[in-house]
């Protein structure tokens, strides 16, 4: 036998067509959630497929527990069916509604800001609901394989399920998957796999939950003692950043922690991604045993969960038509393709060391459609993490409000091209734009401020009434 025999098989098989969809959304996460209910409300036959056994992506799985993306400073950015899921979420007792928080208590550079904190657990029913109620296909315990490619077009998604592989069709694939990976197996242009880059990524973070915490206790204590407490336990090993903040804390007990913080990762290699779990244990068990020791409030506390996931940062970002700068943020740049608002923070983790740059845009910034289309391969639109965007601008725009408002206008676009009225060279704006306002979402800075008066008016009634 050659050598070549030895370290290669060459596998040959016809795969069975399991559906035909007009839109099918790779990854249900924050924007893959949204973009599938987006689509089927647009009157598209829509799947969504999702490797994890529940919708919600970061913010379920991941743990992740607050949404960030919906407020710039006191201005609320997303609209639409962003707005809609924290409704949702609400009703059902996840959360009790948009609050006031100081992100990243304990570093040097903390930020106020207004965040949507969750019990992920809820968000995981109201996901469930959201989809079902719109007529969502749901395919859990999904991994997507590969696209299934025509002539410079993708044509729908090779999928192994528990059953087996197979193929499902589709006129149009939005690339959820965070990682661009629809996009990146179909030749679209992409950043983020620089060799000096993939050994230098923002840290990922596993997520934890304690529960038996004095909440009320921990918030009484002062941002300075939190502080000095944050830089003794990085100077003694046992925390691995400026953080002793908590994302969330359901029903005053419990608290989510983003504590760790697990170097050298590349999130697209196996190995790497094998090796960030199991690091990332290793430093739950040293925090919490710190956060027990030192921390006021979490004397009685125990460890009631790990999230299914680590938390990935950074990975792929698709070259598009439109490439979002950070000086397109701070210039307040305006696009007359706008389909949504980024609020910030503008957040970059260190890739080596315990800080984080954290600042707020002085306004909401606006975000092109062209964000989410390649160049040339039809077929195809990128929502989420994966838009197109340099390394800095994807530090504000990553968060999952804004992935959920990209994910409606990719969902709103992928259903109009699959029905032949928008494409690559064509992406109908106008349209995709009209209906994005229909449903109440803000695209522009003047929907914001308008909503924002909208908003006060209304306020002023209730008190005169
Ligand atoms: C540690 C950490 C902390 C963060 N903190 C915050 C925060 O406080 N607030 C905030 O708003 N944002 C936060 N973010 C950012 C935010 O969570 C992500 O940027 C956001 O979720 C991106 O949305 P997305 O839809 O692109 O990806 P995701 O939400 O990650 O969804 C991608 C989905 O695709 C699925 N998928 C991927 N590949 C496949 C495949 N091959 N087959 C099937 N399914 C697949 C995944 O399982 C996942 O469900 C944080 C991120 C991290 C990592």
């Not at 830089?231 to 090993?237: D, P, Q, S």
């Amino acid at each position: 036998m050659k050598s070549a025999d030895v370290t290669s098989v060459r596998e040959s098989f016809s795969t069975h067509v399991a559906g035909e969809y007009d839109v099918v959304v790779a990854g249900g996460g924050a924007s893959g959630l949204i973009a599938a209910v987006s689509a089927a409300r647009a009157g598209a036959k829509t799947a969504v497929i999702e490797r994890q056994g529940c919708l919600g992506g970061n913010a379920t799985t991941g743990m992740v527990a607050q949404y960030l993306g919906f407020y710039n400073r006191e201005t609320r950015v997303a609209g639409g069916l962003a707005y809609e899921l924290t409704q949702r979420i609400r009703a059902l007792g996840g959360s009790e509604g948009f609050a006031r928080y100081l992100l990243a208590e304990a570093s040097a550079s903390p930020v106020p800001l207004i965040n949507f904190p969750f019990n992920p657990e809820i968000v995981k029913i109201a996901a469930d609901e959201f989809a079902q109620d719109a007529g969502v296909d749901i395919h859990l315990h999904t991994q997507i394989v590969k696209p299934l490619l025509g002539e410079s077009r993708v044509e729908g998604v090779v999928i192994e399920t528990v059953s087996g592989r197979s193929a499902l069709r589709a006129k149009m694939v939005v690339d959820a998957s965070g990682d661009g990976m629809i996009a990146a197996a179909s030749c679209v242009p992409h950043a983020g796999v620089e060799p000096e880059l993939k050994r230098n990524r923002q840290p990922c973070t596993l997520v934890f939950r304690m529960s038996s915490v004095d909440v009320k206790r921990f918030r009484a204590v002062p941002r300075e003692e939190k502080r000095a407490i944050a830089l003794e336990g990085l100077k003694e090993g046992r925390i691995y950043w400026e953080s002793l903040s908590f994302c969330s804390t359901p029903g005053g007990k419990d608290a989510v922690s983003l504590m760790s913080r697990i170097f050298d990762i590349d999130a697209l290699d196996a190995a790497d991604a094998t090796r960030a779990e199991l690091a990332g244990r290793r430093q739950v068990k040293t925090i919490v045993r710190f956060l027990r020791e030192r921390v006021p409030g979490f004397e009685n506390a125990i460890l009631a969960g790990i999230a299914a996931r680590v938390g990935v940062r950074e990975t792929r970002r698709i070259i598009g038509q439109y490439t979002l700068t950070e000086e397109d943020i701070v210039g307040n740049r305006r696009f007359a393709d706008a389909i949504a608002l980024g609020a910030g923070p503008m957040d970059l983790h260190d890739s080596k060391g315990t800080g984080v740059a954290l600042w707020m845009p002085e306004v909401p910034f606006e975000i092109p459609l062209r964000c989410l289309l390649p160049e040339s391969v039809q077929g195809l639109v990128v929502a989420g993490r994966a838009m197109s965007a340099t390394r800095d601008a994807n530090g504000g725009s990553r968060h999952m409000g804004t992935a959920m408002c990209l994910g409606e206008a990719a969902g709103i676009y992928a259903a109009l091209a699959a029905r032949g009225e928008a494409s690559l060279r064509d992406p109908a704006v106008e349209t995709v734009r009209a209906m994005l306002r229909e449903r109440g979402a803000l695209i522009c800075v003047e929907d914001a401020l308008a909503a924002a008066e909208a908003e006060r008016s209304e306020i002023m009634k209730f008190k005169a009434a």
